[in-house]
């Protein structure tokens, strides 16, 4: 069980189209989700906390619009990166815990390698 | 001082050996402690979760915490080439809707045959 899938796990794309990245938890419901964002050998970084049916916390330093969060049920979060850069390049993680269990772990999904050209 | 901190390494142990992973964190709030292994180019997984103060074993791994010296580590007993990976210690604050995970920038361990 907790299983959380992410789509597409590769893409890449122009510099300034946006791309979305979508984020499931196959067989549990998840309130909150978190959408992290790793560089290479460098450690996750929490950009934002998605809630189910509420706007987004976004950590310092992350733009709000430019990384557009959609938590429009309990098994889905969806992450927008608007006007790609090359700097925006990077390994894209989401997280998810069990309604209720938030405070035991997070499961992560297998991540989106995103690069910009 | 960083959130949550780790020796970069590498930590190179041969196989068969003890391999020992240590973190210390800063925020005194804490209540939840995890240990991820992140394999190269992979997504994290999880290895061990502790809550309490003292040893938490699992198999090949135990965890130890010590909240009064603000300090986590993990063994892995009997360590395989398999375990070569980047370990990642995250800790928890939690209260109210907060849970997020504060990160470690992880440990290289590499375990040769």
């Known amino acids: 069980g907790a299983v959380v899938s992410q789509h597409p796990s590769r893409v890449i794309c122009k510099s300034g189209t946006s791309v979305k990245i979508e984020c499931r938890s196959l067989d549990f419901q998840a309130t909150t989700m978190f959408w992290y964002r790793q560089f290479p050998k460098q450690s996750l970084m929490l950009m934002a906390t998605s809630n189910e049916g509420s706007k987004a916390t976004y950590e310092q330093g992350v733009e709000k619009d430019k990384f557009l969060i959609n938590h429009a049920s309990l098994t889905l979060s969806t992450l927008t990166v608007t006007s790609a850069h090359p700097e925006d390049s990077s390994f894209y993680i989401c997280s998810a815990s069990p309604l209720d269990r938030e405070q035991e772990t997070q499961y992560f999904g297998p991540g989106t390698r995103l690069l910009v050209l | 001082q960083k959130e949550v901190e780790q020796n970069s390494g590498p930590l190179s142990v041969p196989e068969g050996a003890i391999a020992s992973l240590n973190c210390t964190y800063s925020d005194r709030g804490s209540q939840s402690f995890f240990w991820y292994r992140q394999y190269s180019g992979k997504s994290p997984e999880l290895i061990m979760s502790?809550?309490?103060?003292g040893d938490k074993e699992d198999g090949r791994f135990t965890a130890q915490l010590n909240k009064a010296s603000q300090y986590v580590s993990l063994l892995i007993r009997d360590s395989q080439p398999s375990d070569s990976a980047t370990y990642l210690c995250?800790?928890?604050?939690?209260?109210?809707?907060?849970?997020?995970?504060?990160f470690g920038k992880g440990t290289l361990l590499t375990v040769n045959p």
């Open positions: 502790i809550y309490s103060n």
């Open positions: 995250a800790v928890q604050r939690n209260g109210g809707s907060n849970y997020k995970l504060t």
